[in-house]
């Protein structure tokens, strides 16, 4: 797996951002597909895969609990 995806789960880093996320999903993409950018004839593809991880992964992130962290109100 990429190494270089670094963990966004509390307690290891306090606060997420949408880049964060999104560059997490990016970089997720880019190792499962073998392409740092993809052809033009599979942009559309790329891009979808990349918006579907970024959503997954704030779905994900939003429903962990830690261990002896108090979840936060929406």
């Given at each position: 797996?990429c190494r270089s995806i670094k963990t ?18 990016l970089q997720y993409v880019r190792k ?42 929406p």
């Amino acid at each position: 797996m990429c190494r270089s995806i670094k963990t966004l789960r509390e307690p290891y880093v306090p606060t997420v951002t949408p880049a964060d996320i999104e560059a997490a999903a990016l970089q997720y993409v880019r190792k499962v597909s073998g392409f740092r950018a993809p052809a033009a004839h599979n942009a559309a593809a790329f891009e979808a895969a990349v918006q579907a991880v970024t959503a997954a992964t704030a779905t994900l992130l939003d429903q962990l609990q830690v261990r002896g962290t108090r979840p936060t109100a929406p």
